[in-house]
T-cell receptor, first 112, second 115 residues
Framework: GNSVTQMEGPVTLSEEAFLTINCTYT??????LFWYVQYPGEGLQLLLK?????DKGSNKGFEATYRKETTSFHLEKGSVQVSDSAVYFC???????????FGRGTSLIVHP | DVKVTQSSRYLVKRTGEKVFLECVQD?????MFWYRQDPGLGLRLIYF???????EKGDIPEGYSVSREKKERFSLILESASTNQTSMYLC??????????????FGPGTRLTVL
């Protein structure tokens, strides 16, 4: 079956540091890959997505590249801000399943 | 803007009570989902629906039921609330494009406490 593995948190960084949150997956077929973000007290919202191998999704300075050879979709940002503090979820949807699979989430804390 | 609303942000109920959580979306999405979110466990799918009056069990359906009488509304029912159902409940909706789901849109969540 499908599965998503994310690095455990919390990840604690100083403002302007470089961010990487690792995500690897197991899936049948050719999945679409997503990163969602959950700010404190809110529901999840889509951050970025990629639908085929070598695609790069990007939004708000975050980016992730769909790597089929390593089955990975790592999230990166060059310079984090305090306002990026949130929980980040990696997810996949494999065509025909109708059900997305989420990772357990990684908490990011950014200090001034 | 897509909007998914949930009937309550915070709810406190007593053990044994029947609890209704309602979710409404305004984007004519076919698919709707109920998840619970617990620390260290991420999101776990309770039920989902891909059409009016249709429902499918997710990973943890025990102790829950759902109702979808109209396309825009998906209700989660706790028939007899128990303390282990204290959690954050998230509703989501999504468009069914071809054979796969597109982006999911989430409501703000209902934090339920069962005493």
């Amino acid at each position: 079956g499908n599965s998503v593995t994310q690095m455990e948190g919390p990840v604690t960084l100083s403002e302007e540091a470089f961010l990487t949150i690792n995500c690897t997956y197991t899936a049948t077929g050719y999945p679409s890959l997503f990163w969602y973000v959950q700010y404190p007290g809110e529901g999840l919202q889509l951050l970025l997505k990629a639908t085929k191998a070598d695609d790069k999704g990007s939004n708000k300075g975050f980016e992730a590249t769909y790597r089929k050879e390593t089955t990975s979709f790592h999230l990166e940002k060059g310079s984090v801000q305090v306002s990026d503090s949130a929980v980040y979820f990696c997810a996949l949807e494999s065509g025909g399943s109708y059900i997305p699979t989420f990772g357990r989430g990684t908490s990011l804390i950014v200090h001034p | 803007d897509v909007k998914v609303t949930q009937s309550s942000r915070y709810l406190v109920k007593r053990t044994g009570e029947k609890v209704f959580l309602e979710c409404v979306q305004d984007m004519d999405h076919e698919n709707m989902f109920w998840y619970r979110q617990d620390p260290g466990l991420g999101l776990r799918l309770i039920y989902f629906s891909y059409d009016v009056k249709m429902k499918e069990k997710g990973d943890i359906p025990e102790g829950y039921s759902v109702s979808r009488e109209k396309k825009e509304r998906f209700s989660l029912i706790l028939e007899s609330a128990s303390t282990n159902q204290t959690s954050m409940y998230l509703c989501a909706s999504g468009h069914q494009g071809g054979t796969s789901i597109d982006t999911q849109y989430f409501g703000p969540g209902t934090r339920l406490t069962v005493l």
